[in-house]
C-alpha cells in the first residue's frame, strides 16, 4: 500500500523542469522527491508522438523503481502527448502540467485572449487549446511553436542581438492578437521570462505551470491521505541520463546552489 | 568473409549525414547502402563523451545486423569522440570525416591558416586541429562551436534577420584571424553554404570532408578487393531511429526526393 513517506517522482526530458521541482519543494518542503532529467535524449519536443509514449513511459518506470507515490510529468510536450497514455497504464497516479498552465491563465485573463508558445510537439497536439476551452468555452486561444527557444537557452544566449529578432520571427503576431496573457507551454521558458516580459509589454501577463501544479499535487496527497507531515532527513535525488558539466552548471544555475547531489542514471 | 556484394553502412545523428551519402553514392553508383540516422536522440554534439561512445556503439551494432562490409561514421560528433573506440571493437573497418575534412582543407589552403566550426562536442575534443597539424605541422588553426547551426537548420530557418546576428555571435571573430579556409566541421553545416559563403566573403574557401572521405572509402575497398563491380539492384535503406514527417521532409529535400523508401527502426 502506498504510505506517505514515499518520494514524489517528477521527470522532465532536460534541466526545465527543475524549476516545477523548486515549486513543488518550496510549497511542500516535508516531501522527499527523485527527479529524472532526460538529458541523453533530450529534446522531446520536436520528436514524433510514439517516440515521445517510449521515453514517457520508460521514465515514469524509472521513478516507480524509486518507489514513488506520484509521478509529475513537468515536460509539457510529454504531459501534452503521454499524459493519457501514463494514466492509463500505470497504477501510481500521474500527474502533467497542461491544465495546471491553463488554471493559471484562467485565474488571469481579463479579455478573455489567451497565447500559448511551447515547442512543436506540444503547439501541434493543440491541448492547451482544449485545456482552456475545457474550463471556459468562451475563451480565445492563440498558439505558437517556438522551436528555437530551448535550443537558445540550453546553449545560455541572453543576448539582445539574438534574441530580440528571433522574438520578432516567432512573436511578432501576438502583438497584434489582443492577448492580455501569454502561457509559457515550456518548462525553460519561464528562464526567459524578463526578456519575454520586455519584448511583449506590460500588457501582457505571462504564466506558466508550476505553482498550480504544486498545489494540484498537494490536493491530490491530501486527498488521498498521503501528504508527508514528518519533516524530511533523506536529501532529495536529482538525476540525468546524462550529466556532462553543462547540465550539472545550468541545473545548479536554477537550483541556486543547493548542493545537491546529481547522479548519472536511467539510461538504456 | 567480407565480400564486395555486402552494402557500406553510414550512420549519423540525423539527416545531415544524408550530404556524405550521396556524395558516395555519386562516386561509387554500383554500391549497396544502409544508411541510420538517430533522430530519436539527435543532437549528439552537446552530449557527452560516455553517451556519444555508447550512441556510437549501438549504431554500429544496428549496421552490422544488416550485414554491412565497412561502416562510415558520417556524423562529426560521433567520428570525433568515438572512431578510435569503434575500430578498437568491432571487426568491420570504420571510417570517420575528420581526417577526410582536414585533408580537403589542406588542399585549399594557400596561407595555412584554417578555421574549423562545429558542435560542442567536435570542438572541445580538438581532433580536427590534431588531424590538420598530422597533415602539416606549420598549419595555424583556428576553431568554434557554434551550437545553434543544427536546431536552426532542422528548424528550417533560412532568412537573414535570424541568420546575420547568429553569424555575427558565432563567426565575427574569424573575420579577424586571416583565414582563407574554413572547415564545416559538421554534416549539416553544407545546407547553410550559401548563407556562410556570403557573410565570410569570398576570401575564404568553405571545405566539407563528404568528397573526400567518399575517396578514402573507395581506396579502402579497393586496396581489399571489395568494391562492387556489379550493378546494384537492391534500393538503398534509409532508416530513422525516429521519422516524424518533418524528418522525412528534410531527408526528402537533401536526397532531391530520389523516391527512397525511408524505415523507422534501431531504437531500444
Given at each position: 500500500m502506498t504510505q506517505p513517506h514515499q518520494p514524489i517522482g517528477i521527470f522532465d526530458s532536460g534541466v526545465g523542469g527543475l524549476t516545477v521541482y523548486q515549486e513543488l519543494k518550496k510549497q511542500m518542503p516535508h516531501e522527499h522527491f527523485v527527479y529524472f532529467g532526460d538529458t541523453a535524449r533530450v529534446p522531446y519536443g520536436t520528436k514524433s508522438h510514439d517516440i515521445v509514449l517510449r521515453y514517457a513511459l520508460q521514465n515514469s518506470l524509472f521513478l516507480m523503481d524509486?518507489?514513488?507515490?506520484?509521478?509529475?510529468?513537468?515536460?509539457?510536450?510529454?504531459?501534452a502527448v503521454a499524459l493519457d497514455y501514463l494514466q492509463q497504464r500505470l497504477k501510481t497516479p500521474v500527474v502533467g502540467v497542461i491544465e495546471s498552465g491553463a488554471a493559471a491563465a484562467l485565474a488571469v485573463t481579463k479579455n478573455k485572449r489567451v497565447g500559448v508558445i511551447g515547442t512543436e510537439g506540444t503547439i501541434k497536439s493543440g491541448v492547451y487549446e482544449k485545456a482552456l476551452k475545457t474550463l471556459n468555452p468562451t475563451l480565445t486561444c492563440f498558439s505558437q511553436a517556438t522551436g528555437l527557444f530551448v535550443p537558445v537557452i540550453e546553449e545560455g544566449i541572453f543576448g539582445e542581438s539574438i534574441l530580440q529578432p528571433l522574438f520578432t520571427h516567432y512573436l511578432a503576431n501576438f502583438l497584434h492578437k489582443d492577448i492580455d496573457t501569454l502561457i509559457l507551454g515550456c518548462t525553460h521558458y519561464p528562464i526567459l521570462k524578463k526578456q519575454l516580459g520586455q519584448f511583449l509589454g506590460s500588457g501582457i501577463t505571462l504564466v506558466d505551470s508550476a505553482q498550480t501544479t504544486a498545489r494540484q499535487v498537494w490536493e491530490l496527497l491530501n486527498k488521498n491521505n498521503l501528504l508527508n507531515t514528518q519533516s524530511q532527513s533523506t536529501p532529495d535525488e536529482i538525476f540525468f541520463s546524462d550529466a556532462p558539466e553543462r547540465v550539472q552548471n545550468i541545473a545548479r544555475k536554477i537550483l541556486n546552489n543547493q548542493g545537491l547531489v546529481i547522479k548519472q542514471g536511467g539510461i538504456n
Open positions: 524509486h518507489n514513488v507515490k506520484l509521478i509529475v510529468v513537468a515536460c509539457n510536450t510529454a504531459s
